[in-house]
């Protein structure tokens, strides 16, 4: 699945080139298109995105690994979702722009915990209390974790001069991004199915790409990343066994997009 979204971007990038050469490069007395568009202080439009959401996990070194640390407990599996959102851009000189993006990201990730292995700890040590062992059933094993991100990026964007109706830039900046899904404030956890993640995040986003001038607006497909700083995983209640989020000791968002923006 991977491989076939990866292939999508790029075949979709590479049209996009193509067409782009056909309408706006091979004609030589072409005039250039939307030749005072980027002299506006402010500019506006909006974007959709392809994306691929996985969490980096940090697991505790005795309730996420085997006894012996050659196996992870837990696993992660990367989902493949869609978002949009609005484009604002102000501009700061020739080269530099500041932009900002707030857009809404529609994520639903896989998490399976393969710890009945702890177990082995159930008499109790300094890094938990005694508990009564369960056997966990498939359901009990995998979490399905579904988020709604409002992510807002500040970036700054540098951009190079245009070569007829075009021209490359790159950006980078920080995200705030706040978890409409995170049941943070949930008194039930995952003994009762619920994985807790945080509300608010931040985060720190690049970008690189190219611009298209066209007769009536100008095309931007990029490709963005972009990393979580903060740990999103809530821990479980006092009294809950350590099969789940004890077994974690950091979970953060990582994403990578193939965007297309409209201005």
């Not at 971007?9 to 309408?23: G, H, P, R």
């Not at 393969?114 to 009990?140: E, R, V, Y």
């Not at 095309?219 to 700083?229: A, E, H, K, S, V």
């Amino acid at each position: 699945m991977g491989n076939t979204f990866f292939r999508i971007s790029i075949i979709t990038a590479f049209l996009l080139c193509n067409f782009a050469d056909a309408q706006l490069f091979r004609t030589k007395d072409r005039m250039d298109n939307l030749e005072d568009f980027d002299d506006q202080k402010m500019s506006y439009g909006f974007f959709l995105a392809a994306n691929n959401f996985d969490y980096k996990l940090v697991l505790h070194p005795k309730f996420g690994m085997s006894q012996d640390g050659k196996k992870n407990l837990v696993q992660t599996k990367s989902a493949y979702s869609f978002g949009a959102g609005l484009i604002g851009k102000l501009r700061l000189n020739d080269n530099f722009d500041l932009r900002i993006e707030p857009g809404l990201q529609f994520v639903e990730r896989e998490i399976y915990f393969d710890t009945q292995s702890n177990d082995f700890f159930a008499g109790g040590t300094p890094a938990n209390q005694p508990f009564a062992p369960i056997t966990l059933t498939d359901a009990d094993k995998l979490r399905t974790v579904k988020s709604t991100y409002v992510d807002i990026p500040l970036l700054i964007e540098v951009h190079g001069d245009r070569w007829y109706n075009s021209r490359p830039y790159a950006a980078a900046g920080v995200n705030w991004m706040m978890n409409l899904q995170s049941n943070s404030k949930s008194e039930d956890d995952n003994q009762q199915g619920i994985f807790r993640t945080t509300a608010s995040n931040f985060a720190w986003s690049a970008e690189i790409g190219m611009q298209f001038y066209f007769s009536r607006f100008k095309l931007t497909p990029g490709f963005r990343g972009t990393f979580m700083i903060n740990n999103e995983s809530v821990a479980d209640n006092a009294q809950t066994p350590p099969y789940w989020s004890s077994a974690i000791s950091g979970a953060k968002t990582r994403a990578f997009m193939f965007v297309l923006k409209f201005e």
